[in-house]
């Protein structure tokens, strides 16, 4: 019988398998481990909203105080677990040991530092993968400031377009040879490219950054074609966290692996999330999304109290930029062909990925129509 369930990780998909364990009738201890100091909070407002000062901290938390209350979940949101011991199974913390008799793990994603060698001496380095770096990084973003954002990513991307917003300049290099290399096709790569350009972004793809060093209060930044900026700040991306793992004996892939129903390589633990790396489609595969994080999460829970479900993601994943919204349904990966279509609003825009006759995903940009359309027909 399942007494004790330890979820380390409070965030998105952490608070979705408590949720669920509740919903689904679990009365024994829900204990969350979180490393933040903070309530579970939305993430996707930190590059966009939030770092631009337009919604409020309060306004990040998904839940309040009283939930977790009534709810019965335990909540330590400043003991980050330092070590699993699967044989007695307990987690590690700097206050003690958590036993339990099934663990989760939710820890999402960690930043991509840069190598040491090259942040050394240099303050203004940015990473946003949290509420506290996001309050790092606004006093940064005002008028004439110079930055750079390493990575043509969405959250990179959007990191862009907030700081432009607020009147910095803004250089993007993309070490790949274009934004947006691993996640869209080039027509929504080219809708971006012009979308940042139009709004001033100097944005250089196939080009890494090799160096950086202090000058004065400025920092010089260069790049592998060898030249050289002078800039305030630097932002960098993020990977999944899998460093407990690794400790812990169980099996990594770039993720936490875990088999269909979402069971790592310890029959007692589990992981769901930005952390979680399952074969999809014939392919190892992580997403970083909150649809995503829910659902996973969610049917961890379930099968904990014993459903058996095996996951199928339903893939879907919005990006704000300026004044465009974003909506991705579907994995596009594997496409043999993308088309362009016009949307019914002005500037709105649709690629659609085929592999053969077979609709496999579409990026709409301010195109809600056709994203509820291709949704259904993706069956998502
Ligand atoms: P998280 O929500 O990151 O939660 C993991 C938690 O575990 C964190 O609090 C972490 O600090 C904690 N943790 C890690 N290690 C330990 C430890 N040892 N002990 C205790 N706690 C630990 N998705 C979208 O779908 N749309 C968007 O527009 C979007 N925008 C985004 C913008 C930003 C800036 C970021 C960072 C992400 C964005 N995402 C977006 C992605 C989305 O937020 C994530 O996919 C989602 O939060 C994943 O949930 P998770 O629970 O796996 O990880």
Not at 156 to 165: I, M, N, P, Y
Not at 275 to 283: D, L, P, R, T
Request: glycine share 10%; charged share 20%.
């Amino acid at each position: 019988m399942i007494k004790r369930i330890v979820i380390v990780g409070a965030g998105q998909a952490g608070l979705a398998a408590a949720t669920k364990l509740r919903q689904e009738g679990f009365q024994g201890a829900i204990t969350m481990l979180g490393d933040e100091g903070a309530m579970p909070y939305q993430r996707p407002p930190l590059s966009k909203a939030y770092l631009l000062g337009k919604l409020e901290a309060e306004r990040l938390s998904f839940r309040n105080n009283d939930f977790f209350y009534l709810q019965n979940i335990g909540i330590c949101q400043n003991e980050p677990a330092l070590e699993i011991d699967g044989v007695t199974k307990g987690v590690v913390t700097a206050h003690g040991r958590h036993l339990y008799d099934q663990l989760i793990l939710a820890t999402g994603a960690d930043p991509i530092k840069l190598p040491a060698s090259m942040a050394e001496g240099i303050d203004n380095i940015f990473y946003l993968r949290n509420k506290a770096d996001a309050d790092r990084l606004r006093p940064i973003l005002r008028e004439g400031a110079q930055l750079l954002v390493v990575g043509g990513g969405y959250i990179g991307l959007e990191v862009a377009a907030a700081s432009r917003q607020v009147g910095a300049q803004v250089t993007l290099v993309e070490m790949a040879p274009r934004i947006l290399n691993r996640v869209a096709a080039e027509p929504t790569a080219s809708y971006f490219r012009r979308l940042h350009s139009s709004q001033g972004v100097d944005i250089r793809e196939g080009i890494g950054l090799t160096g950086l060093k202090p000058d004065g209060a400025a920092i010089t930044a260069t790049l592998a074609d060898e030249s050289t900026l002078t800039i305030d700040a630097v932002v960098v991306g993020v990977r999944p966290n899998v460093g407990l793992a690794e400790a812990a004996g169980l099996a990594t892939d770039g993720g936490f692996l875990v088999d269909e129903f979402g069971r790592t390589s310890d029959p007692s633990i589990w992981a769901a999330g930005d952390c979680a790396s399952f074969s999809y489609q014939s392919e190892m595969t992580r997403i970083e999304s909150v649809p995503h994080a829910i659902d996973q999460a969610e049917h961890v829970a379930r099968n904990i109290l014993g459903a058996e479900l095996p996951y199928r993601p339903r893939p879907w994943f919005w990006s704000h930029q300026y004044s465009t919204k974003l909506q991705i349904a579907g994995f596009n990966r594997g496409y043999d062909r993308a088309t362009v279509s016009q949307g019914i609003a002005e500037g709105s825009m649709t690629v659609s990925y085929f592999q053969g006759e077979r609709l496999i995903a579409v990026d709409c940009l301010n195109d809600a129509r056709s994203f509820m359309l291709a949704k259904r027909q993706l069956g998502l």
